[in-house]
């Protein structure tokens, strides 16, 4: 059996008058994620990994801020059609591993609901997605509540001869 892993980090800051939206779940909020998109960090990552893990560049390549079509563009299209870019390649989603880091709001309430997300676009089971919530103990642009951080690490395997 064949594997490969990928692993995504991706940033964004937090603005006024922007819905916060994590893991494809929006949350409440007086500050949400700046992006052309809707600037869903951790969706953002995951796509990232997911692409990475076989070397097929980055959500930058494949779905550029300079498109009009991706203006605004839901996260969890940027996931499924990065996701079907995998399928594509013979390979399928043994897990995903992720870290969101942003000082507040609290996210914790809503873990199970992104998990539930991301399962549902990535057509795996809960048990296959994990999101973890942290701090920055307020240092640096994350602690000071400019901005947030997610980290993802996914493992696929090989499914098919392509």
């Known amino acids: 059996m064949k594997f490969r892993i990928g ?6 800051q937090l ?23 809707d600037a869903d ?10 692409l990475g893990a076989l070397a097929l560049g980055d959500i930058g390549i494949h779905f550029p801020d300079t498109a009009a079509e991706n203006k605004d563009i839901d996260s969890r ?3 499924k059609k990065s996701y079907d870019l995998v399928l594509q390649h ?18 914790a309430p809503y873990l199970l609901q992104m998990r539930k997300s991301i399962a549902e676009v990535l057509s795996c089971g ?12 307020k240092m640096g642009f994350v602690g000071r509540g400019e901005g947030a951080v997610a980290y993802a690490v996914v493992l696929l395997e090989k499914t098919e001869s392509v």
């Open 90 to 107: 013979g390979y399928r989603l043994v897990n995903c591993d992720t870290a969101l880091v942003l000082e507040k709001p609290k996210i």
């Open 126 to 137: 809960i048990e296959d997605v994990s999101v973890k919530a942290t701090t920055s103990e």
């Open 77 to 79: 299209v940027i996931l």
């Open 7 to 12: 692993n995504g980090y991706d940033v964004h």
């Open 41 to 50: 960090v951790l969706l953002h990552a995951i796509s990232d990994a997911l």
């Open 15 to 37: 603005v006024k008058g922007r819905k916060l939206v994590l893991g494809g779940v929006e949350i409440p909020s007086e500050f949400g994620l700046l992006g052309h998109s």
